[in-house]
């Protein structure tokens, strides 16, 4: 697939990073494109700093992982980047971090009705700069090893 300049002029579009080539999300992919035309911008790769240059006000990103005894036992590492970046983010209720405040996720129980509740969400507000700048410090490789080092004692 041919790759899409990060410059989208429309009001609103969808980008998908590193879809993997599962025929599931071939359909998905398709699906999009048909409805979608050139608002769909699909990515085999998109980097934080790539990311981070098409955060817009009402960007979300989309956690699309099932709810299973693996995916409870791992911490997303790509929430706590995400916020970091200024993205919102819609992810499982049962799959959230324990240690990330919930304020900038859309936590998605089963049944949800997405039409209902997104364009509310997405206008509710982005995280700021000073909060990414927080969170980030918060978050930060250095400060969970001070955390680790804490309780081990020493």
């Known amino acids: 697939m041919k790759r899409r300049p990060y410059v989208y002029e429309l009001p609103w579009y969808i980008v998908i990073g590193a879809p993997g080539a599962s025929k599931e999300m071939a359909a998905v992919i398709h699906a999009l494109e048909s409805s979608l035309g050139s608002r769909l911008a699909i990515h085999h790769w998109l980097s934080p700093i790539e990311l981070g240059r098409i955060v817009g006000e009402r960007t979300a990103v989309l956690v699309p992982h099932i709810v299973s005894d693996y995916t409870l036992s791992q911490d997303l590492?790509?929430?706590y980047q995400c916020?970091?970046?200024g993205c919102r983010v819609i992810c499982p209720r049962l799959l959230w971090p324990n240690s990330v405040d919930a304020t900038f996720g859309m936590l998605i129980d089963r049944g949800v009705d997405l039409d209902l509740v997104l364009a509310d969400w997405l206008d509710s507000g982005a995280p700021t700069p000073d909060w990414r700048r927080r969170f980030a410090e918060q978050h930060s490789w250095t400060a969970r090893g001070e955390t680790i080092?804490?309780?081990l004692g020493t």
């Open 77 to 79: 590492l790509k929430v």
């Open 83 to 85: 916020l970091a970046l």
């Open 149 to 151: 080092t804490a309780a």
